[in-house]
């Protein structure tokens, strides 16, 4: 396996194809509904990781890009049963599924597309992995059910947010790095240092999704600002202005969010420096990922890494 | 392993006690609500095929009691799903978990169910199981996303309505029963005609559960009667109305459903003889079970599957 520029180019591409592949079902609307779902982006961050953890190792492009594939129609299936509870009119810029489908089929098409998951790894006859990509998803379900049960509670605490995005974001993130640099044959140590990088790039990456659903651009976010805290879901900055002296004034401005569509309160969490906080926090994940990286044996894996967190955190502030 | 009287009776008690250990989770509330789930009973005709079907070989409890646990609890999972999909307020009798815990955490609870299943199965380490039960999910949610797109559709065949519940019900029995002779060693031959009564059994119990929906006892069915027809979903005894001389009277009756509650369609599918051919369909599967049981070896097994048929079928009509 060569790795040069055109490497992790070449591997997506691959993914993307067994993706499409994938996806063939008895409903041509629901195929052609999926097949637009995929085509509408995504970063892909999750086979991405899967790639770069393997070239730690012995790389197997047959084996790395099935896993990958897995590994992001699981995650796809995750945003399509979310869109369903969000009621979200829009994912990654284009209409939902469930927009498109209606709440009905999207139930199914997520389901459909676990299962499509699991006998992508039945097919590699890999039992460890099922067995940790199993937990990572149970993990999911279990913190997203977490933040339904914990929404519009003022009470929520950033050790109650932390524990959420752990659980719904950074254990796949963890899970696919670490995968594929399992299968790569790399040794505990090495697996065990990317799986934290992948935990703590992926806490990064849920605050910064987070910050975002205040400041980013709507086009780029692909869904309208604010959707989270309009729908009772107090991400950290929320959070953080709870617990600042400006909590009375926080409180009022998520009052009042269904008739200034948010206005106040995005001008409290910034008052409150809530935003600057939670920024802080994401760039104490990051920085942890870095300084672990920097322990990693020098290669390709190395510097894909950190271009990653460039690339995907550090430019969105 | 002794068969005696006793000796199902013993296995789903390990069944039972299998699925309310699987259902722990971090969320109490949920982990109660899938409690009471699992407590309000329902047949458990899915772990009882696969008891029955691996006596036909070497039976091992321990193998096969996973694996019942594992279908049961996929099957429940899309239960759960339904009912978010069908606004069902009760199941078996009590308020379903969509009901009881709003649609947001069904979903989760769904897909919290199936990870739970495939772990199961990965602890089993039977790739091959893994394989077959994904593959019958994929092609139940291919099915019940059919059944999505007729609905509201009076040109629907019996020809769909067949190939629908086979993919929705009777894929999961002919693999339940199949999957039990197969990890008890059972031959070829065996594991296919087990199989086939499976399959013969699920649609007619199915076709069952059709009728009852018209002619059922509300309390013993669990939810109110008709609720399929209010839905826009057409069974059996709809489409053989609609393709008899009652065709012009069973159309009138589906457009003042809302208005009559269905009483006029009640009316028109007994007068059409309709609901009867549904039984003679019904019967018709139930026949070429029996057919194919009584070339089976003589043992409990056999005598099982003629109790289950009588038991759960005929007595119903």
């Known amino acids: 396996m060569i790795i040069n520029d055109d ?9 993307e194809e067994l993706l ?3 996806l063939k079902t008895r409903s041509k609307m629901v195929e052609a509904s999926l097949k637009r779902f995929v085509k509408s982006g995504g970063k892909r961050l999750r086979p991405t990781f899967t790639i770069i953890g393997s070239t730690f190792g012995d790389y197997k492009s047959e084996i790395v890009i099935p896993l990958a594939t897995a590994i992001e129609i699981m995650h796809m299936a995750t945003l399509i049963h979310d869109d369903i509870i969000d009621d979200a009119e829009t994912r990654r810029g284009t209409k939902s599924i469930q927009a498109t489908l209606g709440k009905n089929t ?6 459909f597309l676990f299962t499509r998951a699991f006998m992508i790894i039945a097919d590699m006859a890999e039992i460890d992995m099922l067995k940790d990509i199993s937990k990572a998803i149970a993990f999911i379900c279990d913190s997203e059910i977490d933040q339904n049960e914990q929404k519009y509670d003022i009470t929520v605490t950033v050790r109650d947010y932390l524990k959420r995005i752990g659980g719904k974001t950074a254990t796949l993130f963890a899970l696919s790095i670490a995968s594929g640099a399992h299968k790569a044959g790399c040794d505990k140590k090495i697996i065990n240092k990317l799986s934290n990088i992948g935990k703590s790039i992926g806490m990064a990456f849920q605050i910064v999704d987070d910050i975002l659903d205040f400041t980013g651009n709507e086009k780029a976010v692909g869904k309208p600002l604010l959707s989270d805290a309009r729908q009772g879901i107090y991400t950290l900055p929320i959070i953080y202005s709870l617990n600042s002296p400006y909590r009375d004034q926080t409180i009022k401005a998520i009052e009042i969010i269904d008739k200034d569509g948010g206005k106040y309160l995005l001008d409290t969490v910034l008052e409150s420096g809530s935003l600057e906080r939670a920024k802080g926090l994401a760039n104490k994940y990051i920085k942890k990922a870095l300084k672990i990286k920097d322990t990693l044996p020098e290669g390709y894996g190395k510097g894909a890494i950190t271009e990653i967190i460039e690339k995907q955190l550090e430019r969105k502030f």
């Open 7 to 15: 490497f992790l180019a070449t591997e997506l591409n691959k993914v």
């Open 106 to 111: 999207a139930v199914y098409c997520g389901d």
């Open 20 to 22: 499409l592949k994938t």
